[in-house]
């Protein structure tokens, strides 16, 4: 096995500090623009490039939704899960009056509808990275122990397919992903055998699901999984 190359991952950045700074940023340009009274469009020209530069400093995907489609409403504009509701000058009030309640109570409806339009995505992730073979190709990519093992980077070298909701094995594998997590809920003493058995019969059709992403034959399968058995004992 070849030596892993340098590891590139940064710390995290202070969200705190980087919030404040850029909430500045914003409160600033909005001093500059809202005297010669913009409309939402030029408003949105404005300010929307700050938000781009926030997300990129702190690591969100600065991709954004204009006028995005969620359960409760439509969002102004959506920058991966930092959402964005524009209201006209003097609509909110730092007095929190029943205006401005309205306004955070339609904000966290619409957090609500993304975190419920992400969960298929996140579960599909969670389990990916969890099969015989991700965990085979991240343990034979690190040394136990070392500086590597463990560590975010190695998501770099193992290629998972983006989530795709009209694919039927992505479907598949989300779903199977919230089964194990339903069963796992109980504790290994408490767990009636039936559970435990059909927990069993959910991880062998992940890896058997997932094997269909990475082109794996049957026989490949079962290497991984006999090499990843070797490898934890």
């Given at each position: 096995m070849g030596t892993p190359p340098p590891d590139t991952v940064k710390q995290p950045p202070d969200r705190d500090r980087l919030t404040r700074r850029w909430a500045g940023k914003v409160i600033q340009k909005l001093r500059t623009v809202l005297p010669n009274k913009p409309n939402e469009a030029d408003l949105r020209h404005a300010i929307e490039p700050l938000f781009d530069g926030f997300c990129l400093e702190a690591g969100i995907p600065p991709l954004a939704h204009a006028e995005f489609s969620l359960a409760s409403g439509t969002a102004d504009a959506v920058f991966s899960r930092f959402t964005i509701e524009y209201k006209r000058p003097g609509t909110l009030s730092a007095n929190f009056d029943l205006a401005t309640r309205g306004a955070v109570d339609q904000l966290h409806g619409y957090i609500r509808d993304l975190a419920v339009k992400e969960k298929p995505e996140a579960n599909y992730?969670?389990?990916?990275?969890?099969?015989?073979?991700?965990?085979f190709a991240a343990r034979t990519y690190s040394q136990e122990g070392g500086k590597s093992f463990g560590d975010?980077?190695?998501?770099?070298?193992?290629?998972?397919?983006?989530?795709?909701?009209?694919?039927?094995?992505?479907?598949?594998?989300?779903?199977?992903?919230?089964?194990?997590?339903?069963?796992?809920?109980t504790p290994a003493s408490d767990k009636p055998q039936a559970a435990s058995r059909k927990l069993e019969e959910v991880e062998a059709e992940v890896d058997l699901e997932s094997a269909k992403l990475w082109n794996l034959t049957p026989s490949d399968l079962a290497e991984i999984q006999r090499s990843l058995k070797e490898l934890t004992e």
């Open positions: 992730l969670c389990l990916l990275i969890n099969t015989s073979s991700a965990s975010p980077h190695v998501l770099d070298h193992i290629r998972i397919p983006k989530y795709d909701p009209k694919d039927k094995v992505h479907k598949r594998l989300a779903e199977l992903s919230m089964q194990a997590h339903e069963l796992a809920k």
